[in-house]
């Protein structure tokens, strides 16, 4: 059992950025290959970034390529998403998801995940 508790959401303008923040308990969070998604009102839950277990790989969905990091800390049992340059367009809950093995974009793929943090971006 992993549990995963975000953070760092919030309202900021257009442009600007925030770091959001994936804190994990439980098992060898070395094992697990973490990842962010985020769903809008009224549209699927989408897949953001991902990162190995090593942290050595990472991969982005379109919309965030050159604005969003992704990042972790194994020694701290953290995920990051730092976010350049945001727009309306991210405006969304954002969720931490953790699986065990190897990166995967599918939410499907995923047994675990955070509660959510709310991002609100205004034009």
């Known amino acids: 059992q992993v549990q995963l508790v975000e953070s760092g959401g919030g309202l900021v303008q257009t442009g600007g950025s925030l770091r959001l923040s994936c804190a994990a308990s439980?098992?060898?969070?070395?094992?697990?290959?973490m990842a962010w998604f985020r769903q809008a009102p009224g549209k699927e839950r989408e897949f953001v970034a991902t990162?190995?277990?090593?942290?050595?790989?990472?991969y982005y969905a379109d919309s965030g390529k050159g604005r969003f990091t992704i990042s972790r800390d194994n020694a701290n049992n953290m995920v990051y998403l730092q976010m350049n340059r945001l727009s309306p367009d991210d405006t969304a809950v954002y969720y931490c998801a953790a699986k065990w093995g190897t990166i995967r974009t599918a939410p499907s793929g995923f047994a675990y995940w955070g509660q959510g943090t709310q991002v609100f971006v205004s034009s």
């Open positions: 990162i190995s277990r090593s942290g050595n790989n990472t």
């Open positions: 439980g098992r060898t969070f070395g094992d697990y290959a």
